[in-house]
């Protein structure tokens, strides 16, 4: 499995790009904004982007998706718990002093449960809500690695001061959801460095005594 993290735009989101050695379909994660590189590893790795998910629609994460979707011609998956937030996209630009970018249409809803193929490896979908209402986890069991969008990060959780958060909410997804994983699970956040569910599970502050 192909796997590029290229970290995107002004708060520097993780975009993530999967790619199957065997049809060379390509998924990806959080196309945040800086299309142009996200189009240029797709094209190094002689990809066909068939799926692109967001982990939740803050701006920083779903903020290129229609520029990639455009050039593509992929679906989006998005959790639909986060559809009033998509359409806070003006506000959260305010928030960042930014211009909204275009608006995406949502292809399909990503629900707890389903399960995304690129080639013979699956992609479940893992509903964790609590930065978001809508947030999801990717969990792909035969590469043992997780998407965590910005639910889990390395010696931190996401926050949940913004729309939509629910700081009870996000400790129970990591604990139900997350903490079952393996412990050598490779974890990718949304944004900075990499982790494994073992590690976080002895290191972590925020998640002690849950
Ligand atoms: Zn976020």
């Known amino acids: 499995m192909i796997h590029e993290v290229l970290p995107v735009g002004i708060l520097q989101c993780n ?36 799926a692109i998910v967001i982990t939740h629609a803050h701006i920083d994460h779903i903020g290129g998706a229609q520029k990639l979707k455009l050039a593509t011609g992929a679906p989006v998956y998005m959790n639909r718990n986060d559809a009033a937030l998509q359409k806070m996209m003006d506000v959260q ?60 990060f390395r010696d931190s959780v996401g926050r949940t001061d913004l729309p939509g958060g629910d700081s009870r909410q996000i400790l129970r997804s990591i604990h139900e959801k997350l903490m079952p994983l393996p412990d ?6 949304g944004h900075g460095a990499n982790t494994t569910i073992g590690r976080e599970k002895q290191f972590n502050y925020f998640l002690r005594g849950i």
Do not use: N, Y
């Open 15 to 50: 975009c993530s790009v999967f790619g199957d050695e065997q049809s060379r379909e390509a998924i990806v994660v959080d196309p945040g904004d800086d299309i142009a590189r996200v189009l240029e590893a797709v094209a190094r790795h002689g990809l066909t982007v068939k």
């Open 93 to 152: 630009a305010g928030w960042l002093g930014m211009r909204p970018p275009a608006a995406v249409e949502i292809d399909s809803e990503a629900k707890d449960g389903d399960v995304l193929a690129l080639g013979t490896t699956e992609f479940h979908v893992l509903h964790t809500p609590g930065h978001t209402q809508g947030s999801i986890s990717l969990w792909i069991p035969s590469e043992r690695k997780l998407v965590a969008g910005d639910t889990l």
């Open 184 to 189: 050598e699970t490779l974890v990718f956040p």
